[in-house]
């Protein structure tokens, strides 16, 4: 059965801390991505990763970094948390198997509250 | 850009009733869509999917169809259960072809 799991589902920090988001997928697939969602707002994309070492901005990547040094793990930076950067972070990941085809499996988010 | 469209909730129906969830998209050529849905407490799943024009996906009672005339996928289910009652988001591939656009998402709640 296809599994992407994050390291935390629910997290506090406080404001100016670095804070690691984990998450890993067990499918062998090439992409994986990083959403936030908020209210109102929807998904909205930070970053993914088409391969190892690789990365691509999203949508929203200010105040973010990624890091993909093996093929199963995704990381999400957050350098100095805002509050404003309290949300639920999903992590997702796919197989790319036509262009524009292929669907995305999502791990079960992490609740981040910032202080 | 591309973009997502869709209605907003919350909507509230009783067990049997039908569904119907607009959504409406702006994209350069024919991109594929796609419904997810989200249960209380979990991630994303995808519902159905289509890739090109009037192809209709179906998954668990739902269908939604690809109008290209319309630009539209509305999510539609002829009885809702409770067990139906989640967020429901709609979804295209961006341009490039690298990323997923959702929607804001449409919560329902299905009473008994």
């Known amino acids: 059965d296809v599994k992407v799991t994050q390291s935390s589902r629910y997290l506090v920090k406080r404001t100016g801390e670095k804070v690691f988001l984990e998450c890993v997928q067990d499918m062998d697939h090439e992409n994986m991505f990083w959403y936030r969602q908020d209210p109102g707002l929807g998904l909205r994309l930070i970053y993914f990763?088409?391969?190892?070492?690789?990365?691509e901005k999203g949508d929203i990547p200010e105040g973010y970094s990624v890091s993909r040094e093996k093929k199963e793990r995704f990381s999400l930076i957050l350098e100095s948390a805002s509050t404003n950067q309290t949300s639920m972070y999903l992590c997702a990941s796919s197989l790319e198997l036509a262009l524009g085809t292929y669907e995305q499996y999502f791990g079960p988010g992490t609740r981040l509250t910032v202080t | 850009g591309d973009s997502v469209t869709q209605m907003e909730g919350p909507v509230t129906l009783s067990e049997e009733a039908f569904l119907t969830i607009n959504c409406t998209y702006t994209a350069t050529g024919y991109p594929s869509l796609f419904w997810y849905v989200q249960y209380p407490g979990e991630g994303l799943q995808l519902l159905l999917k289509?890739?090109?024009?009037?192809d209709k996906g179906s998954n668990k009672g739902f269908e939604a169809t690809y109008r290209k005339e319309t630009t539209s996928f509305h999510l539609e289910k002829g009885s809702v259960q409770v067990s139906d009652s989640a967020v429901y988001f709609c979804a295209l591939f961006n341009q490039a072809g690298t990323a997923l656009i959702f929607g804001k998402g449409t919560t329902l709640s299905v009473s008994s």
């Open positions: 289509a890739t090109k024009a009037d």
């Open positions: 990763s088409y391969d190892v070492k690789m990365k």
